[in-house]
Nanobody, 121 residues
C-alpha cells in the first residue's frame, strides 16, 4: 500500500509563495509518475503537475505552468512543489499521488490527508 504525507500548507496572500512537501512510502511499482492535485471548495479534484517516472519530464496544467515548479529528492523519497504568484483561484487542498499522468483527480485511489492552502487577504 502506498502512503502519502503532505505538508507545508498555510495561509498565504495573493501574490505570495509557498512550498509544499510530499513524502511517499510503500510499494510504488507499476505506477508511472508522481505529482500534485488540488481541490478547490465546491470543485472537482484536478491534477496540476506530474513527473513521469519513465521520461523524467514534468508536466504542468495550463493553470499553473510558469508559476509552479516541481522537484524531488529521491534519497528522502519526497516530491515538492514551489508555488509562486498565488491567486485566490489557487486556494484549495493539495494532495500528491504516484498515479498522476492522466491528470484525473476523480480516479479511485487512496489519498493522503492533503495540506490546505488558503489564499486570502
Amino acid at each position: 500500500q502506498v502512503q502519502f504525507v503532505e505538508s507545508g500548507g498555510g495561509l498565504v496572500q495573493p501574490g505570495g509563495s509557498l512550498r509544499l512537501s510530499c513524502v511517499v512510502s510503500g510499494y510504488t511499482r507499476d505506477y508511472y509518475g508522481i505529482g500534485w492535485f488540488r481541490q478547490a471548495p465546491g470543485k472537482e479534484r484536478e491534477g496540476i503537475t506530474c513527473l513521469s517516472s519513465s521520461s523524467g519530464i514534468t508536466y504542468y496544467s495550463d493553470s499553473v505552468k510558469g508559476r509552479f515548479t516541481v522537484s524531488r529528492d529521491n534519497a528522502k523519497n519526497a516530491v515538492y512543489v514551489q508555488m509562486n504568484n498565488l491567486t485566490t483561484e489557487d486556494a484549495g487542498v493539495y494532495s500528491c499521488h504516484v498515479d498522476c499522468l492522466t491528470f484525473d483527480g476523480s480516479r479511485r485511489v487512496h489519498w493522503g490527508q492533503g495540506t490546505q492552502v488558503p489564499v486570502s487577504t
